[in-house]
């Protein structure tokens, strides 16, 4: 195992975050849009709504507390509402459920299975996407097991999942300078605070709570991502 610290950037060289250029082919940092933990049948609309004030370039279901066929239940119209507007449609924690919607991919943590046996169940085309916290060398692994993206969080304080780890924005410049799969940021992420880790790297800022809990609306919110993301 190859000790983290070791592949730490800023140990090896304190000038590499004021350096960092991004790669111009890479195209520019885009939102990943992470449902709330619960939801019920007129999320549908609240989405449509949301996705007509700004864009997003993914959608991940991420319901937490029940079971996979309500899950399938409430997805339905969502999933088709991402299709029609050419959203790629991500569904958190299972292969097997990813696999019965069709989804287009799916976001596995550390204890949601290997992407080997993902890739396996869901083919070539499956959009697989891996946590790795703040470790350079789990995010060299799930690139080796054939991820489509690599997660690196929780970058700020959050209320919507109970975080342990704390990344350096550094650590998108690492990821992006030496492999080709893009590189998530999340957790905690508004737009006030999104302009370091898109400078630092990120080619995308997957978001929950700063859309669904902004007090100014779902909307408000879109619009000021999107403004930061220059869209
Ligand atoms: C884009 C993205 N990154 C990280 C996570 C977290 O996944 P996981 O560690 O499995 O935790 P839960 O989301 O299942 O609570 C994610 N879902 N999406
Ligand atoms: C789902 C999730 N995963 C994280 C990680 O660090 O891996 S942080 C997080 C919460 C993302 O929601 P919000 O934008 O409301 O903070
Ligand atoms: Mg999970």
């Not at 890739?119 to 891996?130: E, F, K, N, T, W």
């Not at 993206?149 to 780890?165: C, E, I, L, N, Q």
Request: proline letters at 8%.
């Amino acid at each position: 195992m190859i000790d983290d610290d070791e592949l730490d950037p800023l140990a090896l060289d304190p000038g590499f975050a004021d350096r960092f250029e991004r790669d111009p082919r890479r195209p520019a940092c885009q939102l990943y849009l992470i449902s709330p933990p619960a939801i019920d049948a007129g999320f549908r609309d609240r989405l449509a709504a949301a996705l007509d004030a700004g864009p997003a370039r993914a959608f991940q279901l991420r319901l937490k507390g029940i079971d996979d066929h309500a899950i399938a239940a409430l997805a339905e119209p969502i999933q088709r509402l991402c299709a029609d507007r050419e959203v790629t449609f991500i569904v958190n924690d299972s292969v097997g459920l990813a696999k019965r919607l069709g989804a287009d991919g799916v976001h596995l943590g550390q204890d949601d299975g290997d992407p080997r046996d993902a890739r396996a169940m869901l083919g070539p085309q499956a959009q697989i996407g891996v946590t790795c916290h703040d470790s350079r060398h789990l995010a060299m692994e799930a690139g080796e097991a054939g991820a489509d993206y690599v997660a690196f969080g929780a970058f700020y304080p959050t209320s919507t999942k109970d975080t342990r780890h704390t990344p350096e924005p550094s650590i998108l410049g690492w990821w992006t300078t030496l492999f080709e799969p893009p590189c998530v940021a999340i957790g905690g992420i508004t737009p006030a605070n999104a302009p370091p880790l898109i400078a630092a790297g990120a080619d995308f800022i997957a978001v929950s709570g700063a859309v669904w809990n902004d007090p100014q609306g779902d909307a408000a919110a879109m619009k000021a991502f999107a403004a930061v993301l220059g869209h």
